[in-house]
């Protein structure tokens, strides 16, 4: 009960954790990509949402409670990710647009070839654990500022930061379906196939560039 009446005191920390992360999450990459995808399919939303928001609460956590320092001094460490990353991030960019390539495009809650749980984890896995950037923003970037905070305030940071993810993650999954009108048009999903697929390899691009460098 002390403890619980000791984060209540920890409000700016929160704050601090929620909009550090909501200003890290809001930037388009290749998971929010999928997600948004996901959502306007309307397949395994709820699963893929609270997988997104458990592996960010995770990942933070443990940057900030040591995680993070680990990394940075073991450079082979963030090389393999990168290389991993880049290959995956390739790859379904590829994919996403031979889809678009295709006359027969997705039309959400019609689609007959739906994914079934298990390869929508490996794909959601795929792009949160080979994905450098999730480790370069949740655990370096969040993991080296929270732990600057002390006690009750460390677990307010990330308790706040992981909040964000959960409202974002929320948000863009179920918000998703507000777009259904829009993307009742194959062509609409042509368009989206095209963006993701290109934000996919020049994502791949760039790290491959960091690696080389």
């Known amino acids: ?32 990509a999928f997600v948004l995808r996901q959502g306007l399919r309307r397949e395994h939303v709820l699963l893929i949402v609270l997988c997104c928001a458990m592996a960010d609460a995770v990942l933070m956590a443990a940057g900030v409670y ?54 929508v984890l490996l794909q959601l896995a795929g792009f949160t654990l080979l994905n450098p950037h999730v480790y370069l923003d949740t655990v370096l970037l969040v993991g080296s500022i929270g732990a600057q905070h002390v006690g009750t305030a460390k677990l307010a940071f ?31 999903w042509q368009v989206l196939d095209v963006l993701i697929g290109l934000t996919m390899l020049g994502l791949a691009a760039l790290l491959l560039r960091q690696l080389l460098a």
């Open 1 to 32: 009960m002390k403890d619980a009446f000791s984060l209540l005191n920890e409000a700016p920390s929160y704050l601090h954790g929620l909009s550090l992360g909501l200003s890290l999450i809001m930037a388009i990459g290749a998971q929010n």
């Open 158 to 188: 990330v308790i706040g930061a992981a909040s964000g993810s959960v409202l974002w993650f929320a948000g863009l999954g179920f918000g998703a379906r507000w777009l259904a009108p829009v993307f009742a048009k194959p062509r609409a």
């Open 66 to 119: 040591g995680l993070a320092a680990l990394i940075g001094e073991r450079r082979w460490l963030a090389q393999g990710l990168t290389a991993g990353g880049a290959a995956f991030l390739a790859i379904y960019g590829l994919q996403a647009l031979r889809r678009a390539a295709q006359s027969g495009s997705l039309q959400p809650g019609q689609d007959s070839a739906q994914q079934s749980r298990r390869q």
